[in-house]
């Protein structure tokens, strides 16, 4: 199945993808009300009964895409965890993987703007797979960590580089607002038996930036798992972004920056292709500043004509 996270109608809701369009389940499955009480509940199965013989209810083009898991208990990611990443950020080998947090506001759906503060010009992409915890558990097996899986994801790991580099700590750079996506939905773990056969591109502009197949990772999906779960429990919703391979804009020379205009494209081979316009955060006086409401109709407003003009290429 692929599960994903809408709004309609000012509604929040979650579905499945079938035939090009949704089928709602928060309506048919009054237990789960969301994603994350599906996946928590174990409510696989009860949503696939209902999918069976269902019609899609909504357009895939008819609703406003929200992140997988709007609120998941946890994101924690995954830095150079791949060799080519390793050597054109100047990282030599480590014994264990470098990991930081990301919060849930720093997050938006497929489709949705990526927005470049004010405060930073070096916003930059990062196309990663990431895994979706389903079963909860301490200090887990690496024999054990796949069953712990759910489903499998993509997210663009928009980076404030000055922001990340400010000391050794990462999690500034990682968490302004808007600036990760999520989506555009999750592939069940039974769909895809080896994530390692799964291949990984980003596209900026229409030009491919990175592309790696996942095996290539230095950390595998089961070594991170086992790892922080030793340090914290595992709690099913939670995300773990898997690392992204070389070709990021900060380590090219000279060094490559999103701006207001780009578009970026996530595609991980077996699930789906995610893609984010990108808008440069505009700065207001103090005293002319709107409430946020206001600004961010702004900001959706610029999105739209983004993607409009991508429109022929996609």
């Given at each position: 199945?692929?599960?994903?996270?809408?709004?309609?109608?000012?509604?929040?809701?979650?579905?499945?993808?079938?035939?090009n369009?949704?089928?709602?389940?928060?309506?048919?499955?009054?237990s789960?009300?969301?994603?994350?009480?599906?996946?928590?509940g174990?409510?696989?199965?009860?949503?696939r009964?209902?999918?069976?013989?269902?019609?899609?209810?909504?357009?895939?083009?008819?609703?406003?895409?929200?992140?997988?898991?709007?609120?998941?208990?946890?994101?924690?990611?995954?830095?150079?965890?791949?060799?080519?990443?390793?050597?054109?950020?100047?990282?030599?080998?480590?014994?264990y993987?470098?990991?930081?947090?990301?919060?849930?506001?720093?997050?938006?759906?497929?489709?949705?703007?990526?927005?470049?503060p004010?405060?930073?010009?070096?916003?930059?992409?990062?196309?990663?797979?990431?895994?979706?915890?389903?079963?909860?558990?301490?200090?887990?097996?690496?024999?054990?960590?796949?069953?712990?899986?759910?489903?499998y994801?993509?997210?663009?790991?928009?980076?404030?580089?000055?922001w990340?580099?400010?000391?050794?700590?990462?999690?500034?750079?990682?968490?302004?607002?808007?600036t990760?996506?999520?989506?555009?939905?999750?592939?069940?773990?039974?769909?895809i038996?080896d994530?390692?056969?799964?291949?990984?591109?980003?596209?900026?502009?229409?030009?491919?930036?990175?592309?790696?197949s996942?095996?290539?990772?230095?950390?595998?999906?089961?070594?991170?798992?086992?790892?922080i779960?030793?340090?914290?429990?595992?709690?099913p919703?939670?995300?773990?972004?898997?690392g992204?391979?070389?070709?990021?804009?900060?380590g090219?020379?000279?060094?490559l920056?999103?701006?207001?205009?780009?578009?970026?494209?996530?595609?991980v081979?077996?699930?789906?292709?995610?893609?984010?316009?990108?808008?440069?955060?505009?700065?207001?006086?103090?005293?002319?500043?709107?409430?946020?409401?206001?600004?961010?109709?702004?900001?959706?407003?610029s999105?739209?004509?983004?993607?409009a003009?991508w429109?022929?290429?996609?």
């Amino acid at each position: 199945m692929k599960l994903a996270t809408f709004t309609i109608d000012r509604r929040r809701r979650y579905g499945a993808v079938k035939d090009n369009g949704l089928v709602i389940l928060d309506s048919r499955l009054r237990s789960y009300p969301d994603l994350l009480s599906l996946i928590a509940g174990n409510g696989l199965d009860a949503a696939r009964v209902q999918i069976d013989d269902a019609s899609p209810d909504v357009s895939l083009d008819d609703v406003l895409w929200e992140p997988v898991l709007p609120n998941p208990p946890k994101i924690l990611c995954v830095g150079v965890n791949y060799r080519s990443h390793a050597d054109e950020s100047g990282f030599k080998a480590v014994p264990y993987p470098f990991i930081f947090p990301r919060y849930a506001g720093s997050q938006v759906g497929h489709l949705q703007p990526m927005v470049c503060p004010r405060e930073s010009d070096k916003f930059d992409y990062e196309g990663e797979l990431v895994a979706i915890i389903g079963k909860s558990g301490r200090r887990i097996s690496k024999e054990t960590a796949l069953k712990h899986v759910v489903g499998y994801s993509i997210y663009n790991e928009g980076s404030v580089r000055d922001w990340q580099t400010h000391s050794t700590q990462w999690t500034p750079g990682k968490n302004f607002a808007s600036t990760g996506a999520f989506g555009p939905w999750m592939v069940t773990a039974d769909e895809i038996p080896d994530p390692y056969k799964l291949e990984l591109t980003t596209w900026l502009n229409g030009q491919v930036m990175q592309n790696a197949s996942i095996d290539l990772m230095m950390f595998r999906l089961e070594e991170l798992i086992s790892y922080i779960s030793t340090f914290i429990s595992l709690e099913p919703g939670d995300v773990i972004g898997s690392g992204t391979p070389g070709g990021v804009g900060h380590g090219r020379k000279p060094p490559l920056y999103l701006k207001d205009g780009d578009v970026v494209e996530v595609d991980v081979t077996g699930i789906g292709r995610l893609r984010n316009p990108v808008v440069k955060e505009r700065a207001e006086p103090e005293a002319a500043q709107k409430p946020p409401s206001s600004r961010l109709l702004r900001v959706e407003r610029s999105a739209k004509a983004v993607m409009a003009s991508w429109a022929w290429r996609i």
